[in-house]
């Protein structure tokens, strides 16, 4: 799961396994065969692996299939400026109704 979830991320990155390499510190054979599924990263290199792209812990090691922060990410590059901030404007308005509807549905019970 790992080496798979590392591919696609490293991928989404425009990284080469040699950038990736490189930017670990570690030789190219290796981050072949972690994403070859021959071995698995040290818990050092899963923890700069994942400060590194940005992911959390839990969906590289497949044990989360969303990361929001990532899955927000990847959606923001496919949209433009404008749907981004109307996106923006949109969430800030079904939170501001959610906290306005909790206020007016307590009101409603006393």
């Known amino acids: 799961m790992i080496g798979e979830r590392l591919a696609e991320v490293r991928k989404d990155h425009r990284d080469t396994q040699a950038d990736l390499a490189?930017?670990?510190g570690v030789s190219l054979p290796a981050v072949r065969?972690?994403?070859q599924g021959k071995s698995s990263p040290s818990h050092e290199m899963l923890v700069e692996i994942c400060r590194?792209?940005?992911i959390s812990a839990d969906f590289?090691?497949?044990l989360s299939d969303i990361d929001p922060v990532y899955e927000r990410r990847r959606a923001a590059e496919r949209l433009t400026q404008t749907?981004?901030?109307a996106l923006?404007?949109?969430e800030t308005y079904l939170l501001w109704r959610r906290k306005h509807l909790s206020k007016v549905s307590k009101t409603q019970v006393k």
């Open 60 to 62: 590289l090691l497949g």
């Open 22 to 24: 490189e930017r670990l």
């Open 83 to 85: 749907e981004q901030t």
């Open 88 to 90: 923006r404007d949109f």
């Open 52 to 54: 590194l792209y940005g």
């Open 33 to 35: 065969a972690w994403e």
